[in-house]
């Protein structure tokens, strides 16, 4: 599996836009780039996904770069609930793909009152 | 939407001895996974059910874990004969049988050997 790598910590203060940079250089062409979170003492959460083109959901942004090489996370306005460990992973989509995701060590975002 | 649900939420036990853990998925998931995280580290894959088939288990699993989903709908992941390094929690995840359908996961159950 194509890995990626993540800062391990990051920091913001509310209602200010986060940027959470995930760096894929060995992705392949059906990678897909999946998102997850997960809150202090939960399980991981969904948070988006995309392959190519920019995605917007309820939750956040991912913005993926031309090369694919790179994409990030932006929640556009943080709050105290969106502290919690970011995972970047990617997804294979071949063949009899199913969600057997490989999760690395995060970014642990901290968010400022 | 009920999520996934896991019980018990936390299990002490002591060595040697044999714990079982449930997971319900959300009703119409047809898939089922099990992964196992411990402190500081991401959650890592156990094993996968599509229905009550278990296609995939990983390395981790060793000969004394065995999981179950016998009709298709909650699965069981039993520990024979603990031992200190499997203390962690057991987080079990569902999702839609299309494609990358994303995971919904439960809260986990924590697993402290002594």
């Known amino acids: 599996d194509a890995k990626t790598t993540q800062p ?71 709050t105290l609930r969106d502290a919690a460990v970011y995972y970047c992973i990617l997804l294979y989509a071949g063949g009899t793909s199913y969600g057997k995701l490989t999760f690395g060590q995060g970014t642990i975002l901290t968010v400022h009152p | 939407d009920t999520g996934v649900s896991q019980d018990p939420r936390h299990k002490i ?27 500081g580290q991401g959650p890592e894959f156990l094993t996968y059910f599509q229905n009550e088939a278990q296609l995939e288990k990983s390395r981790l699993l060793s000969d004394r874990f065995s999981a179950e989903r016998p009709k298709g709908s909650f699965s069981t992941l039993e520990i024979q004969r603990t031992e200190q390094g499997d203390s962690a929690m057991y987080l079990c995840a569902s999702s839609l ?18």
């Open chain 1, 8 to 78: 391990n910590s990051m920091e913001s203060n509310e209602e200010e836009p986060v940027h959470l940079p995930c760096n894929h250089s060995t992705i392949s062409g059906t990678d897909y780039i999946h998102w997850y979170r997960q809150l202090p003492s939960q399980g991981p959460e969904y948070v988006i996904h995309g392959l190519t083109s920019n995605v917007n959901n309820r939750m956040a942004s991912l913005a993926i770069a031309e090369d694919r090489k790179s994409s990030t996370l932006i929640l556009h306005r943080a």
């Open chain 2, 97 to 114: 049988d299309v494609g990358l359908s994303p995971l919904h996961f439960g809260n986990g159950t924590r697993l402290t050997v002594t």
């Open chain 2, 13 to 39: 036990t002591k060595r040697g001895q044999n714990v079982t853990f449930r997971c319900d998925p959300i009703s119409e998931h047809n898939r089922l996974y099990w992964y196992r995280q411990t402190l």
